[in-house]
């Protein structure tokens, strides 16, 4: 059935680690074949080298901050039938906004709101043209009220949420699933970078990859986890937003002042 609606190849944006090389694991053991794209090769070419004895590899360098990334991973793909796109490659500048350079915010909306933005257009189209398919956003918990220390990044997260609700309803018509994933903390080697001590509720990568693949075609929205879930529903339907903010502050203060 999964193989079906969203095979024979998956491409995962933001491949070489993390949760975008658990998608791919995961996928893979779907019967998924993969297409991995990450800036760094060597990294893809280990996950590559791990992946390929079940299933065919195709590994693309590319940038996701730059314009020319969808060209580029277009061009790759075109000779392949790919029946799921997951974007999940994000930039999250860390601390005060105005000690952050303004290049690196400007950075963070190219990767994380220009490039879904242009990925879908282009895969969406291809996806709708064969009447079946999925498109997998990740964002995060972090989308659903501001988040100090974290300003750019959670609204890119809100316009990742927001975007993938809105492709949900327009696309299924078409045969084509969309899911926005609204991660908690994750164990990636990026949040342990920040966070070496863990975070509440935090899980791991094969858990939340598990659950949102077997959301995908029944929601338009997943949370990950059972805490995340409730500590979701308590920050959004009983709790004042101020008081949410402040919360999601002091968490990302700590994460912020224990670099
Ligand atoms: N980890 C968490 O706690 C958490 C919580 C909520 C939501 N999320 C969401 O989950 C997704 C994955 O998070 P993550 O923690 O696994 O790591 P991440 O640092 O957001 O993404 C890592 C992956 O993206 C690739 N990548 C990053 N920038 C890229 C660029 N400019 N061009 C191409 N590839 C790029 C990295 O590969 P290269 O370095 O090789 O390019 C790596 O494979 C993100 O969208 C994030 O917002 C994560």
């Known amino acids: 059935m999964f193989t079906a609606r969203y095979g ?10 993390g949760l975008g090389a658990e998608f791919a694991r995961q ?3 779907r019967g998924l074949d993969v297409v991995l ?3 760094r090769a060597d990294a893809l070419a280990a996950i590559e080298a791990e992946l390929s004895k079940q299933v065919k590899v195709r590994c693309v360098v590319a940038d996701l901050a730059t314009p020319g990334a969808l060209a580029t991973v277009a061009a790759a793909t075109a000779d392949l039938d790919v029946g799921l796109v997951v974007y999940n490659a994000a930039l999250s500048p860390l601390g005060p906004f105005l000690s952050q350079s303004l290049g ?4 963070a909306i190219d990767v994380n709101v220009r490039g879904p933005v242009a990925f879908a257009h282009h895969f969406g189209a291809r996806l709708a043209a064969r009447g079946r398919g999925g498109l997998v956003l990740l964002s995060s918990l972090t989308a659903f009220q501001g988040s100090p220390f974290v300003s750019t990044y959670g609204a890119t997260k809100a316009f990742n949420l927001a975007f993938a609700e809105g492709l949900w309803f327009e696309l299924k018509e078409r045969g084509v699933d969309v899911l926005s994933v609204c991660a908690g903390a994750t164990k990636t080697p990026n949040l342990l970078k920040a966070a070496p001590d863990g975070a509440p509720g935090m899980l791991e990568p094969k858990q939340v ?5 077997d959301a995908l075609g029944r929601a338009p929205t997943m949370i990950p986890g059972v805490f995340n879930r409730f500590a979701s529903f308590l920050m959004r339907r009983l709790l004042p937003r101020r008081t949410t903010i402040t919360i999601m502050g002091q968490q990302t203060k700590k994460l912020h002042a224990g670099r």
Do not use: D, I, M
Not at 8 to 17: D, K, N
Not at 104 to 107: G, M
Not at 209 to 213: G, N
């Open 8 to 17: 024979p190849t998956a491409l995962v944006l933001g491949a070489s680690e």
């Open 27 to 29: 996928l893979a053991g």
């Open 37 to 39: 794209v990450a800036r």
């Open 104 to 107: 690196e915010n400007l950075k």
């Open 209 to 213: 990859v598990a659950e949102a693949l």
